[in-house]
């Protein structure tokens, strides 16, 4: 009885509000429980990199993530979100397409990269030169998570979904952390940092894979996905021109400073991304005047 009324209030209120409320409760949990890891553990490897590094050198860690993030680019970035409409239509050909289609465009974004690290060989900053030549081998895997989180996503199994993104940022943060205390060098760092986000990716790559169930596509959404892919250069360059700029201009050691002042923020920032995921899915089940309504 106890449990009919509280059923019986939820679909009321669910009703009065216009929100599936059981939905958007259960979906998200598991993703506000991945983010908010995510933020704890991303504060916390900052704090040993405080401890541990000097600030100019976190500071040119800090500038060899930033050109990873903006060369994103080159790995198709918005066909994550292709792969995400095509999971919720059932097309699970367009994320085995996709797949396909990132990991060759990223071939670019390798060399670019093993351009990078001969330029600061030249410039005689060896340290950072062997970092971005250890970025480049793992970057063709980099964007491969996203693709399957995207993929499972679809699926409505936010839970699965949040359990492999929290276990492969858990991972990585304790490789790195690891690397960091035990050899203190950028080279090391940079290995165990890239490398270890690699093998998580390879791995959740393989698990989305197992639960593709038809090859059905759409040719409209991979294009779609590319068409993404070139305005998020927009999104990319205003999040990450900033920290590309400031090492150049300015020093590392200010790069670092800088590094630390958004690191709150900028995880805020993702942490409202994941209501844009639970309600895409809504979205595209409702009909076009309701959907004009409510947006």
């Not at 340290?127 to 081998?137: D, E, I, K, Q, R």
């Amino acid at each position: 009885m106890v449990k009919k009324f509280i059923n019986n209030r939820i679909d009321q209120t669910s009703s009065l509000l216009g929100l599936d409320i059981p939905y958007f409760l259960k979906g998200g949990f598991w993703l506000f429980s991945a983010n908010l890891i995510s933020i704890v553990g991303g504060i916390y490897l900052s704090s040993v990199f405080s401890r541990v590094w000097p600030k100019d050198v976190y500071g040119q860690f800090s500038f060899l993530t930033s050109i990873v993030a903006l060369l994103g680019i080159t790995s198709l970035t918005g066909m994550g979100e292709a792969v995400f409409q095509g999971s919720i239509e059932n097309r699970d050909g367009v994320y085995k397409n996709a797949l396909k289609k990132v990991f060759i465009v990223s071939i670019l974004g390798l060399f670019i990269l093993v351009a990078g690290a001969f330029y600061f060989f030249l410039r005689n900053n060896s340290n950072l030169g062997y970092s971005v030549l250890a970025a480049s081998l793992a970057f063709p895997f980099y964007s491969l998570g996203s693709l399957a989180i995207a993929f499972i996503k679809g699926k409505k199994n936010f839970r699965l979904s949040s359990i492999l993104t929290l276990g492969s940022n858990i991972f990585s943060v304790i490789v790195t952390a690891a690397a960091l205390i035990k050899f203190g060098s950028l080279i090391g760092v940079a290995i165990a940092s890239f490398w270890s986000t690699a093998i998580a990716n390879i791995f959740v790559t393989f698990k989305a894979i197992k639960r593709v169930r038809n090859r059905r596509t759409d040719e409209r959404l991979l294009k779609y996905g590319v068409f993404m892919s070139f305005t998020n250069l927009i999104w990319l360059g205003l999040d990450y021109a900033d920290r590309f700029f400031i090492p150049l201009l300015l020093s590392f050691d200010k790069n670092a400073i800088y590094s630390f002042a958004i690191l709150l923020p900028t995880q805020i920032q993702n942490f409202f991304k994941m209501f844009t995921t639970l309600g895409q899915r809504k979205f595209q089940r409702s009909k076009i005047p309701k959907l004009k309504r409510r947006l």
